[in-house]
T-cell receptor, first 115, second 111 residues
């Protein structure tokens, strides 16, 4: 079975550039989550969607970060302009729904390096 | 509570021995708990979950124990194998709310 698919796996770019991370959730899952992982802060929830609608974006660090989910099978996380402190591993996860608490299934992440 | 990933605790065990990884959670309202395994270069992988109406749940070679009185969760891995080497995270969630992840424990399996 196909899991959560993220692209690119690695991204290296110069500060000030726009970065777009992509995610395809597991088919049939209605909830999608974007996380950031760093050594200092561990795994942090940035934003999550339910049925393609953003529910809570309180974890988004700044206005430079934005996320969209135009349909049930695709989401993007965009950083514009990027800064060196944005360097981290970004994970996308999906779950069947947010009701009743169910496991989230993670992709293998995008390792982002901003020079 | 916010998860802060400073000095990652490390557990070293001999191959074939049993491993016990511990997690203290913070929210007494949490009623659902998960253990994840994260290997290098990969995303967290679901291992086992438990709800607050249980105090023990077993899977294949893994057992999760929940002590709500002291807000403690543990993961036991039987007959630890080299492939078990990874970082293990616990995650807690009150009903209908999002998960809060622990800082993780690195498990190293010695030959």
């Amino acid at each position: 079975d196909a899991g959560v698919i993220q692209s690119p796996r690695h991204e290296v770019t110069e500060m000030g550039q726009e970065v777009t991370l992509r995610c395809k959730p597991i088919s049939g899952h209605n909830s999608l989550f974007w996380y950031r992982q760093t050594m200092m802060r561990g795994l942090e929830l940035l934003i999550y969607f339910n049925n393609n609608v953003p529910i809570d974006d309180s974890g988004m660090p700044e206005d430079r970060f934005s996320a969209k989910m135009p349909n049930a099978s695709f989401s993007t996380l965009k950083i514009q302009p990027s800064e060196p402190r944005d360097s981290a591993v970004y994970f996308c996860a999906s779950s069947p729904n947010t009701q009743g608490n169910q496991p989230q299934h993670f992709g293998d992440g995008t390792r982002l390096s901003i020079l | 509570g916010e998860s802060v990933g400073l000095h990652l605790p490390t557990l070293s065990v001999q191959e074939g021995d049993n491993s016990i990884i511990n997690c203290a959670y913070s929210n007494s309202a949490s009623d659902y708990f998960i253990w994840y395994k994260q290997e290098s270069g990969k995303g967290p992988q679901f291992i086992i979950d438990i709800r607050s109406n249980m105090d023990k749940r077993q899977g294949q070679r893994v057992t999760v124990l929940l002590n709500k009185t002291v807000k403690h969760l543990s993961l036991q891995i039987a007959a630890t194998q080299p492939g078990d080497s990874a970082v293990y995270f616990c995650a807690e969630a009150p009903y209908g709310q999002n998960f809060v992840f622990g800082p993780g424990t690195r498990l190293s399996v010695l030959p």
